[in-house]
Each structure stands twice: as structure tokens, then as C-alpha cells.
């Protein structure tokens, strides 16, 4: 299959260019900063917590390996099957074969990114294998046909009457309606058939914890206790930087996640899973696996600043608080993760030279940094990326110098000459006082500029000029 390349400018101009998914996202994000400013309304708490919260990640990823085979060491023992994939075609190679050693032909999913990263639902339906997704906002754009806008609210990109209309269109019987209560039970009527029916159940995983052997899965719908614990199967997907040292350390977590993403207090549902089902008890999956995916993110670790990518507790804070990711919303970014997390995580997973121009759409303003409830210095490693794409410093970074073109270095290596030189500056200042109001806008070292701006105006006289005319004058050198 052709690797995807990013075309973020191309889509964000489409974007900005439809007022209702404008509209929508406007709408939606106001009220996603509004609740979580208000669940911290102590500056003080605030920074505590989320200093807690990034000594609990960084701690974790400082003993990455050892966490990782203490965690397969309990979760053997505990009587998980745990599974390690270096890449999204090894872990779907993986699913596949443990769901058709079961036999299975009806799967139920809960809400996972990292299945979204493998494109798992495509890879099963080539299979002969359907996948029904089980969060309301997973399963509405499943029925579009579409891939999440958002990590936390999938189908955030779309209103009640575009859901309502899809309804009509896709459920057998459904009448349109914008009642959102009526929507909602009718997604319910048809999803309650697909846990009685299904013969496994995938999901994601929040944290697991290496100490107990603890897969934690967090969620507000009840569908993820369902996908895991009515089916016979269970088989949970993760990366492999989740993991967390200790039981203790989920706590801090859960008072950051839900407070950052939606702004609650916590979680309807909070599900720790730690074995299959054991003899006396009356429900769960016979048999559990874990699949721990890698797919670049050993990369990511090898180095040491771009390391803090790996921290990310998947919030969407920062996308909630983005300017650029709220007016051209989710999938303008291509690939599965957008916002500011994913134009650092992204080039870094699928390499620079696919989407190298994520790390540039950015203003840098550094409000994800600000909300980031575990402090990863977003803008400090967007500038990082900046830099590996035009001159590379580490072999941790796919893809580095990609983004290095001739012309560019000229330019540069131009520039460079022209200020070092005070005589060659003053002759140029002059020069372009002269005749670089003639220059026309359609010129390639103007053409981008102008195509948004006024084209630039050279002063005929330079500041030292000026000077000299009032008798001001000193001597140049």
C-alpha cells in the first residue's frame, strides 16, 4: 500500500473555507476550555498536580525496558497473553491470528487510537472479520465512512443534524430526528445486538501498570466494560510507552485525564483488568491478550529531548486549545493523531519526509504547552522537528533533512553573507531602497507572502541616512 503524505495546507484551506465545520468545531471547543478551566480554578493546585502527573510519565520512561518485562512477567502470571509487535502490520498480523485460532467472525471494539494508528477495522473486513466499534462517537464515523477528527470525541466535527440525516440513512428503521436522547437509543438498539453477538472484544488501554500486571481502561458510555468482559475474547492493543511503575501512580493520572479532556471530575467508568475470568466467577473473557506495539516510538525514545513526546496521556487538551487545530479541525492532518500532539508525534512515527510540514503549522503561541496536564514542551520540540528537516542531528528522527531543498540553502547561505558584511548590507539596503518597490508580487521569493499580505515596501532611505540628514551623523565602518 502507497505510504500517505501529509497535504496540511491544501486541506486546511478546504477547511477554512466551510463555515459549517467552522462552525462546529467553534462551538465545541469553546465549551471543551470553558469546563476544563473550570474543574482548575487553583493555579496552585493546578501546578502540583500536573507536576505529579509529568514525574509520574517521566519516571515510568525512564525505566521503559524493565517496566516493560515487569509488566509481560505479571501479566504472564497473571494468565494474560501478551504480544510484542515492532510494527502496525506485525500487530494486525497478531489480532488476526489469535481471532481466527478462536474461530471468530463478529468483533466488538471499544474506543482505541492505537487501533485507529494500525487501520485494524480495514485489515479485519479484508479478512472476512467484521468490527463494529462500540463509543457512540467511534461508531458514528464508522458509519460515515470516516476516520476521528479528535482523539477524545471522534465525531466532534459533525452536528445533530448531520448525525441525524446519517441515521436516517444508515439504521434500518430510523426515522430522522435531532432529539439527541432518541439518537443515542437508537445507536443502543443496534449495539446491544452486537455485544450479545460478538465473539470478541477489542480495546485500547489507558495505563498498564507494570507493578500488579493491571491493563486500566477509562471511559464514560459503559461500552468499554462491555467490549471486554461480555465476549469470550478479549484482546487489548496498546503502545508500548503506557506504561506505568506502579498502581499508586494511576491516581494522579486519573484527577488529570478526564479534568483536561471533558471537564469532569473523573470518569463514569474506570476498568482495571488483570486476568481472564477465574474459576467461580460468572462473567468476563475466558482468555485475555495484550498487544504491545512499538512502530517507531523505541525511535522516539532513543532520543532524549523528543522523548517527552512519549509522555502524552492522550488528554486532547492541547488540540482543545489550539488555534490551529480548532478552525481547521482533526482531519486536515491526514494521519490518526492531530493537533499539536500529533504534528510532533506524527512526523516522528511516519517520518519527516511523509509529514514534514506538521511540525509548520504551528504559531507557537505554546497554549498546548500551557494546558499539557503532564508539561511536554510542545512548541520546544516542534522547533526541534523544524530543524531535523532541513538539518538532521539525530538518526532517532525518520525522514531527517527531507525538507532541505537547494534553493532554500542558497537563500539562506545568502542571507548569511549579507549580514555578515556591513558593506554589502548597506549597498543591498540601498539597492532595494532604489528598485525593490518594483519587484512584482508574482516573484517566487514573494509569491506565498503576498498571496495573504501586502507586498512589501522598501524605504528609500535607510535609518543611517536619515540620521546623517538631521546631523546625527557617525562615522561607518
Given at each position: 500500500m502507497e505510504a500517505l503524505k501529509s497535504d496540511f495546507g491544501g486541506k486546511a484551506h478546504v477547511a477554512l473555507n466551510d463555515p459549517k465545520l467552522r462552525a462546529n468545531f467553534r462551538r465545541a471547543m469553546d465549551g471543551l476550555m470553558a469546563k476544563r478551566a473550570?474543574?482548575?480554578p487553583d493555579a496552585e493546585e493546578w501546578k502540583t498536580l500536573r507536576a505529579r502527573g509529568a514525574a509520574v510519565r517521566a519516571r515510568a520512561l525512564a525505566r521503559l525496558p524493565e517496566l516493560l518485562e515487569q509488566l509481560e512477567a505479571k501479566l504472564t502470571a497473571n494468565g494474560v497473553i501478551v504480544h510484542w509487535a515492532e510494527t502496525t502490520a506485525e500487530a494486525n498480523a497478531v489480532v488476526l491470528d489469535i481471532l481466527k485460532a478462536a474461530g471468530v467472525k463478529r468483533v466488538i471494539k471499544g474506543k482505541s487510537m492505537v487501533t485507529e494508528e494500525m487501520h485494524l477495522n480495514a485489515h479485519l473486513e479484508a479478512n472476512g472479520i467484521r468490527a463494529v466499534e462500540s463509543d457512540l462517537g467511534e461508531y458514528i464515523i464508522?458509519?460515515?465512512?470516516?476516520?476521528?477528527?479528535?482523539?477524545?470525541?471522534?465525531?466532534?466535527?459533525?452536528?445533530?443534524?448531520?448525525?441525524?440525516?446519517?441515521?436516517?440513512?444508515?439504521?434500518?428503521g430510523q426515522t430522522y430526528t435531532e432529539n439527541v436522547d432518541e439518537l443515542t437509543a437508537a445507536a443502543r438498539r443496534v449495539l446491544r445486538d452486537?455485544?450479545?453477538?460478538?465473539?470478541?472484544?477489542?480495546?485500547?488501554?489507558?495505563?498498564?501498570?507494570?507493578?500488579?500486571?493491571?491493563l486500566v481502561l477509562i471511559e464514560n458510555e459503559g461500552n468499554g466494560r462491555l467490549s471486554t468482559t461480555l465476549p469470550p475474547?478479549?484482546?487489548?492493543?496498546?503502545?508500548?510507552?503506557?506504561?506505568?511503575?506502579?498502581?499508586?501512580?494511576?491516581?494522579?493520572l486519573l484527577s488529570l485525564l478526564p479534568r483536561s479532556a471533558t471537564g469532569q471530575v473523573v470518569t463514569t467508568y474506570v476498568n482495571m483488568i488483570s486476568h481472564p475470568?477465574?474459576?467461580?466467577?460468572?462473567?468476563?473473557?475466558?482468555?485475555?491478550?495484550?498487544?504491545?506495539?512499538?512502530?517507531?516510538?523505541?525511535?522516539?525514545?532513543?532520543?532524549?529531548?523528543?522523548?517527552?513526546?512519549l509522555r502524552c496521556i492522550r488528554c486532547?487538551?492541547?488540540?482543545?486549545?489550539?488555534?490551529?487545530?480548532?478552525?481547521?479541525?482533526?482531519?486536515?492532518?491526514?494521519?490518526?493523531?492531530?493537533?499539536?500532539?500529533?504534528?510532533?508525534?506524527?512526523?516522528?512515527?511516519?517520518?519527516?519526509?511523509?509529514?514534514?510540514?506538521?511540525?509548520?503549522?504551528?504559531?507557537?503561541?505554546?497554549?498546548?504547552?500551557?494546558?499539557?496536564?503532564?508539561?511536554?514542551?510542545?512548541?520546544?520540540?516542534?522547533?526541534?522537528?523544524?530543524?531535523?528537516?532541513?538539518?538532521?542531528?539525530?538518526?532517532?528522527?525518520?525522514?531527517?533533512?527531507?525538507?532541505?531543498?537547494?534553493?532554500e540553502s542558497l537563500g539562506w547561505g545568502g542571507w548569511a553573507a549579507l549580514y555578515s558584511s556591513p558593506r554589502v548590507y548597506r549597498l543591498?539596503?540601498?539597492?532595494?531602497?532604489?528598485?525593490?518597490?518594483?519587484m512584482p508580487a508574482w516573484l517566487p521569493m514573494l509569491r506565498q507572502w503576498t498571496s495573504v499580505r501586502t507586498k512589501p515596501k522598501f524605504a528609500a532611505k535607510s535609518l543611517h541616512q536619515l540620521a546623517r540628514e538631521r546631523g546625527y551623523s557617525h562615522d561607518e565602518r
Open positions: 473550570a474543574q482548575f464508522q458509519l460515515a465512512g470516516q476516520a476521528p477528527s479528535h482523539i477524545v470525541m471522534p465525531c466532534i466535527h459533525m452536528n445533530k443534524a448531520e448525525i441525524a440525516e446519517l441515521f436516517a440513512d444508515k439504521i434500518e452486537r455485544f450479545a453477538d460478538a465473539d470478541a472484544g477489542i480495546s485500547g488501554v489507558n495505563f498498564a501498570v507494570a507493578e500488579t500486571g493491571t475474547l478479549h484482546i487489548a492493543v496498546t503502545g508500548i510507552e503506557k506504561v506505568l511503575e506502579k498502581l499508586e501512580d494511576v491516581a494522579p475470568r477465574q474459576p467461580g466467577e460468572k462473567d468476563g473473557p475466558k482468555a485475555v491478550h495484550l498487544v504491545l506495539l512499538d512502530n517507531g516510538r523505541s525511535k522516539v525514545y532513543g532520543d532524549v529531548e523528543l522523548a517527552d513526546t486532547a487538551a492541547c488540540m482543545n486549545h489550539c488555534p490551529v487545530y480548532t478552525r481547521v479541525g482533526g482531519h486536515t492532518y491526514t494521519f490518526t493523531y492531530p493537533g499539536p500532539i500529533g504534528k510532533i508525534l506524527t512526523p516522528q512515527l511516519e517520518g519527516l519526509d511523509c509529514a514534514g510540514d506538521q511540525p509548520h503549522a504551528s504559531t507557537l503561541c505554546g497554549a498546548c504547552a500551557e494546558v499539557c496536564p503532564v508539561q511536554i514542551p510542545i512548541p520546544d520540540l516542534l522547533a526541534r522537528l523544524r530543524t531535523e528537516a532541513v538539518s538532521p542531528t539525530s538518526l532517532a528522527v525518520k525522514g531527517g533533512g527531507s525538507g532541505r531543498s537547494l534553493s543591498s539596503a540601498r539597492l532595494l531602497g532604489l528598485f525593490g518597490n518594483w
